[in-house]
């Protein structure tokens, strides 16, 4: 099997010994019945940020029930071995979302096939991939649309992110900048640490920390202005 990546948000399939390793970790029949369900769909678990205590060869993932009446999420993490991964890729690119015609409210429809157009290699994440990868009722009308968006270079940074702006008007949407070594920040604080010089929260696959917009692969040069 290929060398499963740690980055937060890639997909992974486990194999059966990886299912019963997780359903005997469950704390309660709740988590069981739910881990249970997710093996008999072949659904997919969601890579998390690492454990603090977690062994070098030991994956953390975690999944996400549809929101119940009061819009809460049960939340359920799981850590396996590496071993008993036997899938894994990169999250849905934005281009599969719109290909699997998920229903969404009519007024998304147009603008997300606006922000496809504009190419910057988007993916998805959160309550619309949930629900396009299970096909359960995960968004509601105050849903944010999650995006990761990995740019080449700082010239697409620049490009870019006025474009996330814009749509950001019109569409709830949210997201994270990702970097070459996985290191991701919210671009909407980024385009705040812009303006104001400030230090942004840079999530990692072991833990977070607070770094200046220059420090990380993406940052302009230091005859450039930082782009927002």
């Known amino acids: 099997m290929a060398a499963t990546p740690r980055l937060r948000h890639h997909l992974v399939w486990l194999d059966e010994a990886g299912w019963a390793y997780a359903q005997s970790c469950a704390p309660d029949a709740t988590h069981q019945q739910v881990l249970q369900r997710w093996q008999r769909e072949q659904w997919p678990l969601v890579l998390r940020r690492a454990d603090p205590d977690a062994a070098a060869d030991e994956l953390c993932a975690g999944l996400a029930l549809p929101p ?106 949210d997201g994270e900048i990702v970097f070459a070594d996985g290191d991701a920040v919210s671009w909407k604080e980024w385009v705040q640490a812009c303006r104001s010089d400030a230090r942004v929260l840079v999530k990692g696959a072991r833990g977070v920390r607070l770094e200046r917009t220059d420090a990380l692969h993406c940052a302009p040069r230091e005859d450039e202005r930082c782009p927002a």
């Not at 939340?75 to 036997?86: D, F, G, L, T, Y």
């Not at 619309?128 to 944010?144: F, H, K, N």
């Open 68 to 173: 119940d009446a009061h819009g809460d999420k049960l939340r359920i993490a799981v850590s396996v071995p590496q071993a008993h991964v036997r899938m894994s890729r990169a999250p849905l690119t934005l281009d599969e979302v719109i290909a699997a015609r998920p229903a969404l409210p009519a007024s998304w429809d147009a603008l997300l096939l606006a922000l496809q157009r504009a190419n910057l290699g988007l993916s998805v994440f959160g309550s619309l991939s949930w629900q396009v990868l299970t096909g359960q009722p995960y968004l509601r009308p105050q849903s944010d649309i999650d995006l990761l968006w990995q740019p080449t270079d700082h010239s697409a940074l620049a490009r870019g992110l006025p474009l996330l702006q814009h749509h950001a008007g019109l569409l709830p949407l």
